[in-house]
Nanobody, 118 residues
Framework: QVQLVESGGGLVQPGGSLRLSCVAS????????VAWYRQAPGKQRELVAR???????MYADSVKGRFTISRSNAENTVWLQMNNLKPEDTAVYYC????????????WGQGTQVTVSS
């Protein structure tokens, strides 16, 4: 069973930057979408950024121009570069991968905490 492990979260001041990483423990074939979601206390999980197999990206309006999603097939890794962080970006961030082979498989990481505060 493939597992996703996120890292890179932490405490940062407003205006600062963080780079989240998501590493898959094994190879995932037929990847269609990689994405980052986040969930703030008392709120629903929301989509932050998505990257398709055709390199099409989508970002939530609240992070456009500040966040960048990318991936490395060779390293089984997905990144989320977050710049100009704001207190409202505080949340647990989750990596998500959807693959389609014989069936549809969806993988989630355990989450990494990002706290933006002075």
């Amino acid at each position: 069973q493939v597992q996703l492990v996120e890292s890179g979260g932490g405490l940062v001041q407003p205006g600062g930057s963080l780079r989240l990483s998501c590493v898959a423990s094994g190879s995932i074939y037929g990847i269609k979408v990689v994405a980052w979601y986040r969930q703030a206390p008392g709120k629903q999980r929301e989509l932050v950024a998505r990257l398709t197999g055709r390199s099409t990206t989508m970002y939530a309006d609240s992070v456009k121009g500040r966040f960048t999603i990318s991936r490395s097939n060779a390293e089984n890794t997905v990144w989320l570069q977050m710049n100009n962080l704001k207190p409202e970006d505080t949340a647990v961030y989750y990596c998500n991968i959807v693959a389609v082979g014989a069936g549809r498989d969806e993988y989630w990481g355990q989450g990494t905490q990002v706290t933006v505060s002075s």
